[in-house]
Structure formats: C-alpha cells, structure tokens
C-alpha cells in the first residue's frame, strides 16, 4: 500500500518538503486515547535539528491534528496530523533538478515518476515526512505505554563509540524519552557528538547503529510466517530512510554461534516462564516470548555532504560534479531515533490489534 | 495478512509438518506463463535434505499442482501446489508436547494458540512448509527469467569459510541453479560441508549467512516509504524460519563508513546510467537504481541439537531437561538459499506487477 | 485482492470445474473451534444439486481438510478445505470452446486470460467453486452459533412465488439448516419446485430473490465509509456467480417512502434499546444497530439453457449460433442460499475478529 | 481498511463536520495527470447545497491541495485535498447530544466509540466528508476521461417521476457535468425539484434512485470472485451515506426474467463484439464486457426532518421525542450524484491500475 503502514491500526503519509505541508493519517486506532500535548512535542523534538550537529535549516516543528481528536481524546475515527513546511529555499533546489545527488533518491525518482516528482529539497522522499510520522506515532507511544508496553531507541554505536547496552528497559526508556540526544550513556553520547562535529568540519558524514528495545510486550504477539513480528517491523524500519540494514537479537552474530549457545534456554520461576539469555530478541518463530523485542538498525551517513561528487545529469545525458551548497546534516543517526520509535509503536499497536481487536489501545 | 505475501501478486501458505499435505496457493499470477517440470524439481530438489549434512527424515518431494494450470501453462486464476506428507513419526513428538524446544516456536505456538497447535514436528512452523513455498516460487523464478531477472542465493559465509563474490551475476546465478550445495567457488563449498558434518557429529548445529542478487531488475521499481523495496523484500524473507538479519548493499559496514566513501557516484556511458560502486545495493530512496539489486542474510544455527538443554514443561509450569533425538539438520543454511530465491522472487514478482500489471510476467 | 476475502479473517478460492480439485483457505481463524462433520455435510448438502430441478451432473460432495485442524479441532493456522472434481465429462467442451455463451464469462474471461484460461465446464467461473466455500464457512457458520449469532437465506421469491417473513429469526434459521430447499414455508416451496420443473421441461430457465439475516449480532459491528456492514457484505456476495443486486431493509422500497415513514424510532425497554421497524435493516451509518441485519440479493436466471441462442465464435470472429447439451440447472436460487450463507458468515466474522481480535471465535 | 478503498489505487477520508477541516488522500495516482481546477471546482458545485431545495447551512466549497501536486500535475506521490469546515454551528448539537436521531448513525457511533466520538453535525458521518471525495475523485475522473473512459451518474427516479435512459452515453455524461440538477431530461428535473419543494414544506425528507453509467471501460476489467466489478462498485458505493441498494444491469428485474430473455446475445459486427442487449450492465463473471456498465443505487430519505420523532436518550437509558430544528435537506439524491461519480472513478480506476499498472492514468 506505498505510503500505508499497517493493517488493522494503520499509518499514511503524505507531503513533499517544499510543499505547502507534510502529514500522517492514523486509521483503527481506539477511541478514548489522552492527547498529551507535551509529550508529542517531546518527541518531535528530539527529531528536530539540534545546534552544530544537525543542518541550519529551522523547519517548523509545530503540529495541527485537524481530524479524529474530540475533547482531548481521540475519537477512533482518522487522525489526521499536519506540519507547515516554512523557512524552504526553492531556489537552492533548480539548478541541480537534473544532477543525481548520490546516495539519494534524485535519480529513481525520475525514473519512476518521469520528471513529474516535486525535486526540491528531496520531495516525498525527504526526511521532512519523517516529522509527522514522529508526532502521530507519539499518540501510539503514549497509548502503549498507558499499557505497559514501553519503546525506546538509543545509539548504539557511531563513530566507533559504543553506548551501554539497555539493563533496566522500562527506566532506560523513560530516560531516553527525556534525551534529546539518545544515549544511556552521556558520557559516550559527549565522544559521540564530538565526532559528528568533526565529520562536519570535514564536510563531510557519518552513520551509526540504533538499537532499539520494546518492553513489556506479552508473549504470543506477531502470525506465523509472512506476518511474523521481523516482517512487520523490519517492513516498517525499511520505510526510514538512510536504513539499510536490521537484526534481532543476536543477529548477525549468529552466525558465529553454534545451536547449543544460540538457544535460549526457558526457565520457569514463580510462576513465570522467561528465557536465560535472549538471543533471538525476544521472538521465537515470529512470536514474541515475553522477553523483550530487541533489534538494531544501520542508518547510513548522510548521502548530502559538501565535498564535490562525480554523477551524471540524468535529463542531459551526461556525466557531471556536483558541489552541494545547501543546509545538511553530518549525522542523522540520532534524529532517527524518534522515527524508529514512531514506526516500532505502529509495528506493535497494528499486531496487538490484530489479536485484541480495535479497543484494545483505549 | 499473516500467512499471505503480496498484493497484486501473492503467495498463501498453509499446512503443518504431520498433516496431511503442505501448500501454497499464488493469485495474480498472468496466463500464459509455461511451468517447466525440470526447473521446479531443481528448485525443490536444492531444499531437499541430503547426505550427512542434512536430516535422515526423507520427505516427500513430489508436488502436485491442482488449480490453475492448463495444458502445461498458467490460466491467470489462482495456481495451487501441494506436497503430500509422508515418513512422518507422530510418535516422536507426543512425549515432549509440552517441553519447549529452545529457539524454537513451541512456546510462543502455545501463548497464540493456547494449546490447540499441532504441536507435531513443528507443525505449522516447520520448515516443511517451505517446500511448497519454492515450488511455487519456482514458477515465479522462471517467469522473471524469460523477462530477463534472474534471482540467484548462495551461502556468503558459513562456519568461518566465506564463498567468493558474484562477478558475472547472470552467469553465476545460472550456475548456482545446478548446484545442491550453493556455493560460488566449489573449494570453498567442500570446506563448509566438512565444517557442517563435524557440527553434526558434535550433536551441535551451526548458521551462516546468505547473500542474493536480483540481476536485471529495472531502474524504478519500488514504492517510496513503506513499500520500498528493502520493506517488501524484508518482509516476505523475515517470513522463512530461523532468519534473524537482513542488510542490503554495505549494510551494517555503513557504520564505518562516510558519505564521501558510502555514497555510489552515478556514471554516464554509452547511453547507461549507473553506479561505479554498489554500496546502496541497487536501491536508492527505496527505489530500484538499475544496479544488481544485493542483500545478505543471517540464518541462526539450527535450533533441533542432540544434546541436552534446559528449558521448561509450559503445561505443568516446572523447569525440566530436553534431550531431543530425532532426525535433525546440522545446518540448513544451505537448504534455505532456494527458500530465498522464492521469496525474493515474489517479492520482485509482486512490486513488478503494482507497476506494469498483472499481465507482466505473462 | 482477486480470490480473497476479507482481511482480520479471510478466505481464498482456488480450483477450476474440471481440475484435479476446489479448495478454500481460511486464514485468522482462531484456535480451538471445534469442527461438526455432519453440520459441514448438512450445509454442502444444501447447495448440492437435487432431483429434477437441478442438474443431474452429481458432483462429488466429499471434501477434505488438509490443513489447521488438529485432534478435531482449529489449530489457528490455515485451514484448507478441498473437493476433488469427478464425473466430469470435459469433452463436452471443447467444441463450443470459442462459442461464448450468453451471460457467462466464456467472451470476458478470454478477454482477460488471453485464451489462456481453463474453458471446461467454465473453468474458475463455475458454480463448482462455491462447494469448498460452503464447507469452509459450515466451519465459521457453526463457530458464530456458539457466540449465538445466527446467519440464515431462504428463498423471499422465485417464479412469482413469495415465501413468508422471517418471524422468529433464531428458530427459523435452526429449521432452514434442516431444510434442502430453504423456505420457511413449505406450501410455498412446492409451489416453487414446481414452476422450476416447469421450466425445465421449457427448456428455460429462472431466477429469483434470497433474503438473508444476522441474528444476533450485536450492535457497533462495522466501520464508517469504506468498510461499512453494507460495503463489506456487498463485496463478498457480489463473488457469488449470478447475483446481480443486493438491498438493505427496505431497500428500493425506499425510493417511495419519506423520513417520516422511513426512520426506524427508537424504543428503550427493560435495559434495552431497540428500534420500532427495521427500514434500515439492522445498520445505521455502516455499523450495526442490534437489531437483525436484513438483507436481499437477486440470483439471475442460469445462463445455460437448452434453447438455441445467438452468439459469437470470438477467436474466428464471427456470428454463430448455440445450442447446449449439457447437464444444466433450470434455477439455482435454492442452491445460491448455502453460498449466501457461507460468505455472509465470512463478513460477519471479518468484521468481528476485527474489532474483538482474532480469538473471538474461539 | 475502514476509511480507505481501494488497493493499486486508493482513497482514504478524514474529517469531521464541525473538525478542523476534511480531507482525502489518494495514493497510487500516476504522475503526471492534469489538475484541471475549472473541473474540480463543477465538481463540487454538484454536489453541494442549492436554493430551496437543499440545506441553507452554507458549507465551505473551498479546497486545498497540500501534497502530490507540483507545477499543476500531479507528482506521483500521495494527493492530499482538504477543505476547511465553517458556518458551523456547534452548539446546535450539544443539547442533543445523546437523543440518537432516527436513521442516523448516532446510536451505532456510540456504541461503537464508547461515548468518544465527535457527535456534532454527525461528526465523522456526516455527509460533509464527501466533499473531499468529490473533489479528489475529480482528479480521477478527468484523467479516466482522457483515456476515453466517461462515468456519469443521473437521478433515474425521485418522488414517481422518472428521467429518461442513457441513449448516446459519452454525450449524455459530459452534458450531465455541466447540470447542477443531473437529469438528463429536465422538465423531469423540474417536476423533481417541486416534489422535492413540497417534502421541505411538509417538514419531511424523500429519496430516490441514482443510475450510473461507466462508458469506454474496456473489456476484461475486473477479477475473478471477491474482486469482481460488482464487488468492487458496491464496495465503496455503500461507503456513500444513505444507499441501501445497488443493482447492475436488469437487477432486481432478473428475477422475472428466463434464460432466454435474460441473456444477452453476442454479435460480431466490423470486427467488434457486443451485445444486443444489456442486462447484465456490462459484466460477465465479474469482468467487464465492453459494452456500458450500468448499475442503479437507492438513496433514502434524508433522516433528518422537522417532525417530531419518537427515540432513546441512549446514555440516559429512556424514551424521549426528538424535535430537529436545524437546516436539513429535504432530499440528497441530486448532491450524491456527484458522490457516486466520485466512487465509481475510484473503482475503475483501482482495477484499471491493477490490470495496466500504476502509470495507466498517466
């Protein structure tokens, strides 16, 4: 469904960056869900550009929900969440409409939709429709976390720098919710951001490893087979752009295991049966086990980048540089934080609807 | 849609390793299509267990294909093939319903299904149900390939022995659809086979990772946002068992990269535009690029091992001991390459069709 | 999506009249329904041809499930229903394979399958496919009684002949699951058979008009716009062959009423809210109101009579003339009646297992 | 998908009477399509109120595209149309907050949305959401009409007088986009328009029949069983507020019909085959014919009237009397014309896209 995510609790979106704005529709969600203000800006911000490690460019962080919230509370009908888009320069964009920005989607684009696509600043494939995406996946959080189930994502490792992995879920997250920066580790987080800064110096980008834990999710969640809880999130994460690569649990450190240390042994204790370790990721044929849901994403650097790059003109027919002048990021490992928490949160409400049915986020 | 891959194409599943038969239904498929008894046989004949690197239970392999062919080629109506079970020990299985297998769906079958799974052998969950998946996926692979896509896997790593790189892509998939054992460079292959039988004769299991080409695809294929081509293929290949990471082009290796490096500067030659590197594995913006579309898998160490584990009795609630003495896989990374040839194959098969219809393949 | 049904809980067709086999898969069923061997029988009995008003072609009625059923229960994974095809004399076919006959697909499926398609005895068009979908929805019909929400068709009128109203839904439908010819007066039904015989010996044929109700399903049942009750039960019934218009409550009856006659008030008693008249046949704004929801459907006369009729041979192109030989049935409204029953149950069920999950039914 | 239809192609709507603003996002439209805003605009001219015989609320007419539009053609990428809500007059509903008014969907509304929902004017059921609808399916049915596909909707018949058949379709259809009023005979419509007149004086509501033709739908479109045109039609027709019925074709008529008069002979005629008559409107097994789609939906009666009417306080548990003293329309048959124009569009499009591709309307 192109721009459509999910089934039975379902997100779209809709918009193009220099377009008069950008927007997410959520469907199927449950009547009766609390709009906290301050909690949805408290996410938008930390998708936001953030001083020397992020772009210039101020967009507009301002949110409306013109449809499906009646009094506060959603009404279980659509939910419609737009953003203006606000300080675009065109004009930056005209002049290279035919240069193939590599790494980007300038050149697919065209091929796909035959020079009709909107060119400035990336159009619908710019990471601008990743902000509504933020802010609607926020209510979806909020309801989640009203049930116990809480989503967080730090990064793991950029630059070389590692963060400390996650050893109390539920309190690392509700710390992460407050970082604008998502590290558990601020020490690292410091090391880190140094690094972005010296990449920008050098006009030039890095990547980075999020990783990205669901707690609380009961055992028994995600279909056999081609809805297994990997394909429906690892489907959603692939819509982020600059991500080029998921593994759970172990992932592809499995590969230098055998059976007997790979297994997770169960063990029952007082009542409750869990694993000893949690190599799998918290899901066992597709399912979730009641361990938590543990997955890591690669964010690629950032393909705009200041340094002169060798591509073709695309329209002309011929090869070409290309200087880019713009505004750009160095990094956007840590404003993709927020996005994989958006789409992580539709990834589970849309399968723990499937099985509870359509109130269960109420 | 859980046992269901595909809109415009699809692929359905059903059955259970010790009932009656397994199967798959495909709609959307054109008419017109030949189905070539030699090439599906292959196909299913690189699934089959064989010699010591494999199982002992000698499953059926035969395929009957009861809808929607007619007089040796397609009708455009809905093909159904199933494999009939057979040389199955329900037995086997009886005594340990209730001890959860490490690593596998047992448990996480019991939490959904709240004991009403067919708890034999894996029952829905097994790999069994693979078969009918590639010999559907056979009659998609060969369509793509009178279009000119070829889809080829083979094992990239396994035990520590990494296969060589695809150079010709065409040639080496055509190559790799004679081989058993799906490997590249055959020395390479022997080395993995004896690192396999030496798992096997330790009672242990080990993994490895795949990697698969599209060679061929057109430039323009795919969806932006949530059906990019790295969501639609993820999705259906998180669908085959005991696969826990996928990364496309660079993937994880982007960690360590810059824009400057990472970045695939486009080229302009003789009227064809493509890339000098491949690090964004033939997808930019989630849209095809005309490059070999490239990804790699990991697939766990098989979790059925011969030596004793912990783990618990989820029916009685208490901790027990699982010593499993069936007939078990020391490794099925090499079996599960022609799983992922027919997943990838619907994958591209499906996005192919959403854009030029349902008769393309025909 | 082309031979499937509805999305929380659905069902797909696959066979062709003269293949080796019809089947049906249904997906998102929940676990543990317990499977009535004589209830299925009863409902394939219903639709299975009868005595002189019917075709004396004799279809095997035997069905097998080869999957998702365990122990004689749902497992919760793909239950696939098949019947395999006997007594079929394909050589009656290939003469008039050109010949397109009135009112079939014979002239629209070529134009569809490019003369791939299965042409015998109408191929994936026939009537013979509706076998498996009445043995798979005898499974969801009984598992909907237990929640005691009751679905039932009879015969409203044929050949001028009217049978009463529903009076007590819940016991009239229990009487009509007993019933080979479903009217709820017997009188009336004679008065039918015979006019059909009637039509028979003419050589002719007839159609007529079912009705349909849901007791007991409860109200808040349904989506606003595109899924509304109505929506979704159109699409499936507008599967079943030969149905060529459908109406709620009053339906066109509404065309000659005003809002004052039309509205159905609302009455509150004894802790219940109820309405005066049923107009709006158990739906107000797409959702269900509680109160039974009514519907009637008109079956066309079956296209396949003796007479001879004008047509074209649409591969030679050219006129021609027609007369068939086969085994036909003067009138399939009675035999339609099963299949309104199994797909309304479909509906039904899709739209409860959306709102209350997947294990609704169990 | 509740508030989206369609699958290759699709529309999904937001909104409630007295939000912000409502709105529909198509996705899958081909680059490239003309935004001709002259057609738009006659577009929503139709379906809006007029003169005496419409409500005197005065609704915004206005529209916005904010995305999927660039340098007057579309991108490609999804197409967000909204419309702002004014003249609201919310306070109207509050004091009748929980009398559910007969034939509307407040009782449903709030047994499905727990006392959520936003209950004024109707709130996410109010008729006003088609206002975006139109305006979005008239991108659609511009592009469909540069591929010489024409679908117009006329009123067939309202309060006893009948307009005249479709004769020369193209010509009729473009004549109908330009009458505010769509009969194709208006002397017809005058008589209407009175009778219509006298129910506003009378305090009370009447309904009618609309018939819709879609001319130049080439033969082949449609699928097999569950995605049959009918199907597919009806699907979203019923999303339309106040239809109860739909046939296609002879409809209801069929069931006094024979074999003989019912189906309609094929003749070849300068290389053409058609029909020599058309009661099955265009559709044989679920695919068109070639020859016009007709179908004809019953619109009843506007619920609302200034008569007092007997109902429940459904929150209150009681019996109470409604008296509405808001600006009603009388009848809503002529506005929905537009709506069904807007629907059907969506339907043949949808499996147009399916059939060719996504860039068939390109």
Redesign the interface.
Known sequence: ?????G??L?V?????SH?????A?I??LA??IEIDGEYIRKKLLKRAPHGRISTSRHENNEY?I???V?EG????????L?MENNDVRSSDYAAFRSL?R????D???Y????????YRGG???SGR?TAPLVGAGAVVLYALEKKGIFIGTHIK??A?ITDRDFSAPQADIICLNDRIFPVLDENAGEKMKRKISL?AE?H??????LETVIYGLP??????????L???I???I??I?A??????????G???????T???????DN?K?S??TN???G????????MPVIFRT????????A?K??????IK???AALELSGRHDPCIVHRAAAVHEAVTAFAAADML????????L?
């Open positions: 469904m192109k721009n459509t995510f089934n039975s379902s779209t979106l809709f918009g193009e377009g008069a704005a950008v927007g529709v469907d199927g009547p009766g409306k013109i449809s499906g009646f509370r959603t009404t279980g009908t659509p939910l419609t737009i193939a590599p790494g980007h989607a050149y697919t684009a091929c796909k939709y035959h020079g009709y696509e909107d159009g619908h494939f429709i490792s950029c070389g990449a050098n030039d980008s890095i990547g980075g490893i055992a028994g969640i995600g279909e056999p087979w081609f809805d297994s990997e394909s429906v690892s489907h959603g692939f819509g752009p991500v080029k690569g998921i593994e759970f649990g172990a992932g592809f499995f590969s230098d295991m055998t059976g007997s790979a297994n997770d042994p169960f063990v029952y009542g049966i694993a000893k190599n799998n990721g899901i066992n044929g597709g399912i979730s086990n009641g690669v964010v690629k650097p950032t393909p705009s980048i340094i790059q060798d591509t073709v003109d695309f027919g011929e090869n609807c499937l099985r509870f049915g359509t109130d269960y109420a």
